[in-house]
């Protein structure tokens, strides 16, 4: 498989987006690149910071995305955006939330998981069990799309990246801070580095 996965860095030069990818390429095909002189170079992924810019969201927007999800803004939101896919860490979301819940001494909050099961059904039906089994319907919602996702960015009070596997780069991360929002993402991947 090593092998076969070797084409990836079989040029003149192998541009990594991370410090994170930069290692993982330089742990297992470095041989790649000390056998034919090729280059290993990092060039940080990024996002548009103009289009991610809390000042440049419409509060007419804001009110709609709420008002079409039924998102009640006077609450603490937590959000955790990112496709269906167990290693996004939806799991581990709604297992947090349900510890989160049942303390007393909290304010009131909805949690908003984001994203598109991209097919997975069996996998989102296992996530809305689990809701209703620790009873958070109330509390935990989904929502399959945004089509501008500052705006998602935009209600929340909280974003949260809970990735189970190393992220590549951490764009949520990214996105959430350029949004001036507070995030907790696991530490692992890069996201540590972002």
Known sequence: KKFYNSIMVRSNLVIAGSNF???????NYGNFFLENKRKLLVIFRGI????FNPQKISPIKLDKFSKQNNI??????????????????????IEAIKLL???????????????????RNVYKKKL?????????????????HCEEMPIAYGIANLVCSCSSEPEAFGRVSVEAQSMQIP????????????
């Open 21 to 27: 990818i930069f290692s993982h390429i330089n742990n």
């Open 48 to 51: 548009n910071t103009n289009y």
């Open 72 to 93: 009640d803004r006077n609450k603490f939101i937590i959000l955790l955006p990112g496709r269906l896919t167990y290693w996004k860490g939806q799991k581990i979301f």
């Open 101 to 119: 819940y049942e303390k007393s001494d909290i304010p009131p909050f909805e949690a908003i998981i984001l994203g598109s099961d991209q097919g």
């Open 128 to 144: 809305i069990d689990l809701v209703q089994q620790y009873r958070l319907s109330k509390v935990i919602k989904f929502i399959d």
């Open 183 to 194: 995030i907790i993402a696991s530490d692992i991947g890069g996201s540590i580095e972002t």
